[in-house]
């Protein structure tokens, strides 16, 4: 701190005290330099003093002294890892120094109180670049503030930006007064003239906003809604709904065109709106760029996160490695003549072709030839594998993996018989299963009757029927894939595993074929064997495609974007439920965004690799309207509506497991109660009656805008959840920080190890069963070499590749990965007793590694444990970088 040049011609008044300390979170702190500057005045003499004489009265000047304290304020900039001023050299800082030299940041302190006049009390001063204390992954930039004494407690900073581009804030702090949590990109005012307006780290419910900042706090919140007109730029921080037009690409190729997604045709959560023109050959189709698309500019941290950052790394693989893997496999239809040609992505790899340039971004992936002048594209053995070379061959594993595998959130209860479809049967065909009691009673063997098995809750199933069947016929006019309707049914044995009994597969009437259907069991002649093994591989591409298409993309990437957009435009930065779900919204909008660019969109990597191809997200909107409900997206109350679990209250959880070694519940329902415990202390705290909740009029909008605007489609549905209680608030903010941490990760951080190897999780199914309706040709084909049906079946060489590097970068934890419980955010710190909170919340999730360790050595437990089986540790909080089958970051990252 500068020493305080004092007024010498006024020092009697340095006695003097100040009059108001400064006041930082409910503490008192007196600053302990002052100094006094004159302000001249002119007073009658009647106030000041008499004068003898002629009697007139005479005015004169005195002066009165106003206390100032000097505040040296202390900015961090984060470089921006891609731009100019990013750049560094061994051993000091390159000439752009030079740059930041010669701009400055102009700042205004903003009281909490108003002045005598009803107006803001503001104190100004300009930041520049401080050189002695900046380091390589920050600028320091420093400011000194002469703050009057009756200023009254410090609540907002305005920013203004003079450089030419944009700096992202990490904090502004203000010494030993208070601190400024930014995290945030402020633009040029070239780019954005108004000021940026950042709120300390202290929280307030609206209706306790002080009254100098509710003006500040009413701008920030209007300056990022828009007015849903004009395309936004990349230094916006726009918020705005819109539907999933921008899917399709009629303007490439007519074949690309897609229906939009949102809407009562095809009912679909909205995302965050970018205004790029519409297309010229169809006006419904938003045009599409070959860069990343428009997201508001806090939610972008490709430039200021590590290289290996997701998106950043996901972009360059769809960008340089599957285009690699493009000009390897010229045939697209060839499929993997051996098993062992399968093995050799693993033992030797892709040779790729000199001329193709791929960066050093992808240690897991990519070898370099000793002359470096090739790359080899060579994958990991996922871990599964590795343990058990068959694993994926046993039917054991194929229902194992239903409990403790890649989707865990499919298998239900059997609850009515007969299995009866939904839809129409004039147009699908008959609707009743032909599974049947005696197909049932068969498999079982004689340990219970059908009617003991069904009411003893032994019968669970997969049931793909209503959603895929509408889509075989279609899907089956495309080349290199087919597709059935399928349900899969298994028994809970007296060891507490399941055991495969029976697949139907249907296809529905086609043409003048009436529909058809089979039942596919264990048998033990080769043909059957043969037969169910096929069938195995068609239910694996339908759950695969659910995975990837509902339980992961819909369910938590998809229906989070408008949780997102809401919190952004209803809730304050100084909010304190904005500020309990900004880490779990981080990152996120930049992921879905590059989804919609390469992975999701016509023509992408999901269309290209799984079954139902261009109409994959048409079934994923199907899925939408027809299943998803807010209600039943926390874990216990999936759990319920699936028949999993039953209400409890003597129960640990409050719910009874179906089937009790059930490892993703059993430890997801840890890391849920945890969640809940924190979101309860938490809200509380803030909202300590219940009118509270009902009359805090940014959550109520926030609530009203998700259900009627960001999932308008279902704004009429009953069962969404009021907002009138605590209980309300903790229930509905608990289930949106599960979505985001915990099902994220379950079906997220295990795509490589348990899809790597894609014949134990195959994308898609390209040849129909060959007891469909064969010619002689087919069938003979079939007997004599089934393996090769079965390799030809399975995805081909570009699918399957495509797929796995894909799921490699997707399963991987970036090095600066924000695990839930690890780091407490600076407002929470704050607050003593949510500090508290959080700490019982951290130390809660830092027990759960040896809970779950020590269920995984429990030989009792025989879903999560035996010989070659991979522990399922996909709920231990915490992971190490990269692929680790682990790990529950805070957000979805990736």
């Not at 279609?474 to 349900?487: I, N, V």
């Not at 809970?492 to 058809?516: H, M, S, V």
Request: proline fraction near 7%; aromatic fraction near 10%.
């Amino acid at each position: 701190m500068l020493k305080p040049q004092i007024n010498q011609s006024h020092s009697l008044h340095n006695l003097l005290p100040l009059h108001k300390p400064f006041i930082r979170g409910g503490t008192t702190y007196s600053p302990t330099i002052t100094r006094q500057y004159t302000s001249t005045k002119t007073f009658n003499a009647t106030r000041a003093r008499s004068t003898s004489g002629f009697g007139n009265i005479r005015a004169v000047a005195i002066p009165l002294v106003t206390n100032v304290t000097t505040i040296t304020g202390v900015i961090t900039i984060q470089p921006a890892i891609s731009s100019v001023l990013g750049d560094f050299k061994p051993g000091g800082y390159t000439d752009n120094v030079s740059d930041l030299r010669a701009g400055s940041f102009s700042l205004e302190l903003v009281s909490n109180d108003l002045d005598s006049n009803g107006k803001r009390k503001i104190v100004s001063a300009n930041a520049t670049y401080d050189a002695l204390h900046s380091k390589i992954n920050v600028y320091t930039f420093k400011c000194n503030f002469d703050v009057p004494d009756d200023f009254g407690e410090i609540g907002a900073i305005l920013v203004e930006n003079e450089y030419d581009q944009k700096m992202f804030f990490k904090t502004i702090a203000l010494d030993g007064v208070v601190t400024f949590t930014c995290e945030s990109w402020v633009q040029s005012k070239s780019d954005v003239p108004e000021k940026r307006i950042f709120f300390t780290d202290k929280s307030y419910l609206p209706s306790e906003t002080p009254e100098a900042l509710k003006p500040l706090r009413t701008a920030d919140l209007e300056s990022l809604r828009g007015n849903h007109e004009g395309e936004r730029q990349p230094y916006d921080r726009i918020y705005d709904y819109d539907v999933y037009d921008d899917l399709g690409d009629p303007d490439s190729e007519i074949s690309l065109a897609r229906p939009v997604l949102g809407g009562e045709k095809h009912p679909y959560p909205r995302r965050c709106r970018t205004g790029r023109p519409m297309s010229t050959i169809d006006p419904s189709t938003e045009t599409r760029t070959k860069v990343p698309f428009y997201v508001p500019s806090d939610e972008d941290f490709s430039e200021i996160k590590d290289l290996q950052f997701g998106a950043r790394l996901l972009f360059n693989v769809l960008h340089e490695i599957v285009p690699a893997l493009d000009s390897v496999y010229t045939d697209k239809d060839k499929g993997f003549p051996l098993f062992t040609d399968i093995d050799l992505l693993y033992n030797q790899g892709v040779n790729v072709p000199a001329n193709e340039k791929i960066s050093s971004d992808f240690p897991r992936l990519v070898k370099r030839d000793v002359d470096a002048a090739h790359a080899i594209i060579q994958f990991q053995t996922p871990e599964t594998i590795d343990r058990d070379t068959f694993s994926w061959y046993r039917d054991e594993e194929f229902c194992r993996q239903m409990l403790a595998g890649l989707n865990p959130y499919s298998i239900q209860l059997v609850t009515e018989w007969p299995l009866t479809s939904k839809l129409d049967p004039d147009v699908y065909g008959p609707p009743k299963s032909a599974i049947t009691k005696e197909i049932v009673e068969k498999e079982i063997g004689g340990v219970m009757s059908f009617d003991e098995a069904l009411a003893q809750k032994k019968l669970f199933m997969l049931d793909y029927h209503d959603l895929l069947l509408p889509y075989v016929n279609k899907t089956r006019e495309l080349k290199g894939t087919t597709l059935y309707a399928s349900r899969t049914l298994m028994f809970l044995t007296p060891e507490g595993t399941l055991r495969p009994l029976a697949i139907e597969l249907t296809r529905p009437p086609f043409g003048t074929k009436p529909q058809w259907k089979h039942v596919y069991t264990p048998t033990w002649n080769a043909t059957g064997a043969w037969l169910w093994k096929l069938a195995k591989a068609q239910v694996l591409s339908h759950d695969s495609a659910y995975h990837e298409l509902v339980s992961h993309w819909l369910r938590t990437h998809c229906v989070t974007e408008p949780y997102i957009i809401a919190t952004n435009r209803h809730l304050s930065q100084m909010h304190p439920i904005k500020r309990l779900l900004l880490p779990s919204f981080r990152y996120t909008m930049q992921i879905n965004s590059l989804a919609r660019l390469a992975l999701i969109n016509a023509g992408g990597v999901i269309e290209s690799t799984f079954s139902p191809g261009r109409y994959c997200m048409q079934i994923c909107s199907d899925a939408y309207d027809q299943l998803w409900r807010f209600d039943h997206e926390a874990l216990p109350a999936d759990l319920i509506s699936r028949g999993m679990a039953v209400e409890d209250s003597t129960a640990p959880h409050g719910v009874k497991l179906t089937i009790e070694d059930y490892p993703f519940a059993n430890d997801g329902l840890l890391i849920y109660d945890a969640i809940k415990q924190w979101a309860a202390s938490y809200v509380n705290y803030y909202y300590p009656q219940a009118n509270l909740v009902e009359s805090d009029e940014e959550l109520q909008a926030w609530w009203n805008e998700i259900r009627t605007v960001g999932h308008g489609d279902k704004k009429d549905e009953p069962w969404w959840p009021q907002l009138k209680t605590q209980d309300d608030l903790i229930g509905i903010v608990s289930t949106i920080m599960w979505v985001s941490s915990g099902h994220h990760s379950a079906v997220n951080f295990g795509q490589y190890d348990f899809a790597g190897y894609f014949p134990n999780r195959p994308t898609m199914a390209r040849l129909k069963m060959p007891n469909e309706d064969p010619t002689d040709e087919e069938w003979q084909s079939f007997i004599k070499r089934p393996e090769d049906v079965l390799l030809s079946c399975f995805p081909s060489q570009i699918q399957a590749t495509k797929v796995m590097a894909v799921l490699d970068v997707l399963s991987s934890h970036s090095p600066d990965e924000e695990y839930i419980g690890g780091t407490i955010e600076p407002a929470w710190a704050a607050e003593p007793a949510i500090n508290a909170a959080f700490l019982e919340f951290q130390e809660t999730l830092n027990q759960l590694e040896s809970i779950i360790d020590s269920r995984n050595n429990d030989p009792l437990l025989t879903n999560r444990s035996g010989a070659g089986l991979v522990p399922y540790q996909i709920m231990k909080p915490c992971s190490d970088r990269g692929v680790t089958g682990k790990g529950v970051p805070n957000s979805i990252s990736i």
